[in-house]
């Protein structure tokens, strides 16, 4: 029973790391200023893990 929790885990996870690296992907699925949104708030999220707190929305 763990074993099938920890293959969605790792699925899901893959999941996001693929939308983490291509983040334009979701884009021709959904409206664009959406997924335009989204890699703003991922490239905000990513500086700000890597200690850069400049904002990109300017």
Excluded: C, H, Y
């Excluded at 790792?10 to 021709?28: C, H, K, M, N, Q």
């Amino acid at each position: 029973m763990i074993r099938i929790w920890f293959i969605t885990a790792v699925s899901i996870g893959i999941t996001a790391a693929i939308a983490l690296i291509f983040p334009g992907i979701e884009g021709r699925f959904s409206d664009m200023r959406a997924g335009d949104e989204l890699s703003r708030s991922t490239d905000r999220l990513s500086n700000s893990l890597n200690g850069k707190s400049k904002d990109l929305t300017q």
